[in-house]
């Protein structure tokens, strides 16, 4: 199982950034899919979750109404749109699957199983 993230960069505050996780080895079906986030010196953050049982997605209140997850289930591929960009939004951006699907439901979107390497944002002032 392999999740690749990519679509990372520098962007200046207010701009906007798209990521892409694809997946290989492994199909959303019944699963959870989530975007984390750590930027240096803090912990890491349950950004955005999609449950693929229930059609719902869920956002940190820190990114409701900036960003917007959304998945292609044909290419396997999870996308997080990214707009109004903050310096606070400086992070190392993760993919994650929870291959139960329950993630969602927890703290922090806890309990992925499988995870990518990550891919580094950087919003300037």
């Known amino acids: 199982v392999q999740l690749v993230e990519s679509g990372g960069g520098l962007v200046q505050a207010g701009g906007s950034l798209r990521l892409s996780c694809a997946a290989s080895g492994f199909t959303f079906g019944r699963s959870a899919i989530g975007w984390f986030r750590q930027a240096p010196g803090k912990d890491r953050e349950g950004v955005s979750c999609?449950?693929?049982?229930?059609?719902?997605?869920y956002y940190a209140d820190s990114v409701k109404g900036r960003f917007t997850l959304a998945n292609n289930n044909a290419k396997n591929t999870v996308y997080l749109q990214m707009n109004s960009l903050k310096p606070e939004d400086t992070a190392v951006y993760y993919c994650a699957a929870d291959k139960l699907g329950n993630a969602c439901d927890r703290s922090q979107f806890a309990g992925m199983d499988y995870w990518g390497k990550g891919t580094l944002v950087t919003v300037s002032s």
């Open positions: 999609f449950s693929s049982s229930t059609g719902t997605t």
